[in-house]
């Protein structure tokens, strides 16, 4: 793809390289198979659109490792093609049948964890609908002072950096979600 289409021009900094996005998915993909093998009944939710790419890399690590389990994509939204995080968490959940998770363990899976606004919702409806555990995975955790209490059960990456950041599914307005590394953006 050309440079300007992929809009690259607007990267200040590789934060993560694919390298070390492909090794952090490989420990994500162990720590869920881990869970999925050793629970019955687990269900394992992806929020869409930003976890697309990260639940691609993870159900084709699963298959790898001869592991066939559904990953049921739930559309979320909360920064609308800005850069600031809406109190509202607007959660596309009409296809998921509730009853089914009654007493379950539910896996929660994300790009990034970051004011926790986005994962702190899901969760909250998550055990409306009566799941009796929630655990949470994402590629990558901001570890910062958050208003919510959550906390990643298993992070690939963990950043302290407090910019706004892009790519392998983070969108910076509608933007550079194709990158394969994750970028500071300027
Ligand atoms: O921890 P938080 O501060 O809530 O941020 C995390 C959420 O923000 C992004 O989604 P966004 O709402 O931008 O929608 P998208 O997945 O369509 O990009 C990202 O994909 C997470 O779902
Ligand atoms: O830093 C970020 N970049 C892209 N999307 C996000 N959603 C929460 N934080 C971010």
Known sequence: MDVRENHEE?????????????????????????IIQNQSCVLVFYMLEGCRRFAEMLNHRL???GVDKELIPIRTSSYNETTQCSEVVKIED??????QLQGRTIVLID????????MNSVRK?????????????????REIERKVNIKADMAGLKTQRAEYLAGVGLDYKGMLRELPYIAVIE
Do not use: N, P, S
């Open 10 to 34: 607007l990267v200040e900094e590789v934060l993560f390289t694919e390298k070390q996005v492909q090794q952090a998915a490989d420990r994500c993909a162990e720590w869920l198979r881990g």
């Open 63 to 65: 298959l790898r490792a």
């Open 94 to 99: 009409d296809h998921i049948q509730k009853d």
């Open 111 to 118: 790009d990034i964890l970051d004011t926790g606004g986005t």
């Open 125 to 141: 409806r998550m055990l409306e609908y009566g799941a009796d555990k929630v655990q949470i995975c994402v590629l990558l955790e």
